[in-house]
């Protein structure tokens, strides 16, 4: 086995239960074509829109080394190296299954209605400075992300992080017990996917699941200001997690944070942590970063990592694509600031966005605008949590709205005529008048649910080129 390969068929075979058609060597795993690296294995997963199987022709076109399939693709060349099972995301959860068995790593859980992506890569980010550290790339997060995942883990890694998510109870449990965490964080517990819980508590209760797979002796890290803390050192402890760890303002929490300083482009935080006071800087803008880069910090003493030298390397730290990340964009006479927060949205996560768009001051004669698109699956409250968010556009001194999507109307009819610009049922409709209202020195916030479609709005924003006049 070379220093490049990830799997073998051999040790595929014994991880799946399948049989190769000829022997093959792998660099890595992929199930899609579009994506697919030379040299992975592509594994032909079967969905509900998208059989892979349709895929596998197109796979070898980019360079696999492989294909997992559950029958024969009826266009392949002869010779082309498969290995046959009888499930195909069965046999991704045995690859994932043996790649977690078969690593020294210490690994990482992290979930939580807010904030999962964004600690994954806090973890990957401050870990990968100190020693070899796998994480995925993306939010693969689910039963198709998290074996994806272990499955691309490196022999040799040190620490893994991995993401998990979950929109319906139950859904969790598989995924942590096929993790086996070391450490396991959830961020916070907020109304989200509501639309398939009837309370919030039982959202806690679903994101608690990922305590039945943390390895003996493990650690829980938790928010110690969630009022359903007590629920999940619970639901811990009757899982069999002994040590329990938490952060947050409350007095009791193990990193306490004492004091933040928000600025537009970054945060500032002291904190108490473990009894010793701290003082360091993150490199993206908001008190939820803070926040999180306690539970950060814990995990990684937890690991065994260095603290001191990960508290520094948060400076380092900037928000992911979709989550917080900056851009300056052209408009006519000038240059503006677009923050990108198009990725997903909950009432928690709008708060959040909002108070970012209030800490960043427009320039000039700029103002702040705010592009909000519907927050998904929220069920029977979602018409009064749209309309809760009045408040909190107000607070953050927010000149304009834009609103996006029937859920987002109840919002802005909620809000005072002053602010309300304009509501299109979808989107895109709203690009042609906010790419002709905006100016030099405004401050755009885009937030909505992925369905809700505000990615395209950010793309149409950032289409035109900064010229290197105007960002100076």
């Known amino acids: 086995m070379t220093a490049a390969a990830l799997w073998t068929s051999a040790e595929a075979e014994a991880a799946t239960g399948g049989r190769s058609t000829h022997p093959w060597v792998a660099s890595g795993v992929s199930i899609d074509s579009r994506t697919l690296e030379e040299g992975d294995l592509f594994v032909a997963i079967e969905g509900l829109n998208q059989d892979g199987h349709a895929y596998v022709k197109a796979a070898f076109e ?14 392949l060349l002869p010779g082309m190296p498969l290995l046959l099972v009888d499930d195909t995301l069965a046999a991704l959860n045995g690859l994932a299954a043996a790649a977690r068995q078969r690593t020294g790593a210490k690994v990482i859980a992290v979930t939580g209605s807010v904030g999962k992506t964004g600690t994954k890569e806090a973890l990957r980010l401050l870990l990968s400075k ?16 998290v074996p994806l995942t272990l499955a691309r883990m490196p022999i040799d890694a040190v620490y893994a992080v991995v993401e998990i998510g979950m929109n319906h109870a139950g859904e969790i449990t598989p995924l942590a ?18 639309e398939f819980f009837d309370s919030v508590t039982e959202i806690a209760d679903a994101k608690a699941e990922i305590f039945q797979g943390v390895e003996p002796g493990g650690v829980a890290i938790l928010n110690r200001d969630s009022p359903h803390f007590p629920r999940l050192i619970d639901c811990a402890f009757m899982s069999g997690v002994e040590r329990i760890e938490s952060f947050g303002r409350h007095p009791d929490a193990t990193a306490r944070l004492d004091k933040a300083a928000l600025h537009a482009a970054c945060s500032c935080a002291t904190a108490t942590f473990a009894g ?4 360091y800087k993150i490199g993206a803008p908001g008190e939820h970063w803070v926040m999180n880069s ?11 990592a260095d603290v001191g030298l990960a508290a520094l390397a948060l400076a380092d730290l900037r928000a992911p694509k979709g989550r917080g990340e900056r851009h300056r964009i052209a408009v006519d006479g000038g240059v503006a600031t677009l923050i990108d927060e198009s990725y997903n949205a909950s009432p928690i996560a709008m708060r959040a966005a909002l108070a970012v768009l209030a800490a960043s001051p427009p320039e000039g004669r700029g103002r702040r605008i705010a592009v909000l698109g519907d927050m998904r699956e929220l069920g029977d409250r979602s018409a009064e949590l749209h309309a809760g968010l009045a408040a909190d556009v107000e607070a953050a001194k927010v000149d304009q709205v834009y609103a996006a999507g029937p859920l987002m109307r109840a919002l802005y009819d909620a809000l005072p005529p ?6 299109m049922e979808t989107a895109a409709e709203l690009i042609a008048n906010l790419q002709a209202d905006l100016r030099p020195g405004d401050v755009v916030l ?22 290197p006049a105007e960002a100076d």
């Open 62 to 75: 980019r360079g696999a080394a492989a294909a997992i399939v559950r029958r024969q693709p009826g266009d």
């Open 130 to 145: 100190q020693n070899r550290t796998h994480a995925a790339a993306g939010s693969y997060n689910n039963l198709w992300g």
């Open 177 to 194: 017990r096929l993790t086996r965490p070391h450490v396991a964080v959830i961020t916070t517990i907020a109304p989200a996917h509501l």
């Open 276 to 279: 010793e006071q701290i003082c």
């Open 294 to 304: 306690l539970a950060v910090l814990l995990t990684v003493r937890a690991v065994g």
């Open 418 to 423: 002053r602010l309300r610009r304009l509501h």
């Open 446 to 467: 885009v937030k909505g649910s992925l369905g809700s479609r505000m990615g395209p709005v950010v793309d149409a924003l950032c289409a035109r080129p900064v010229e």
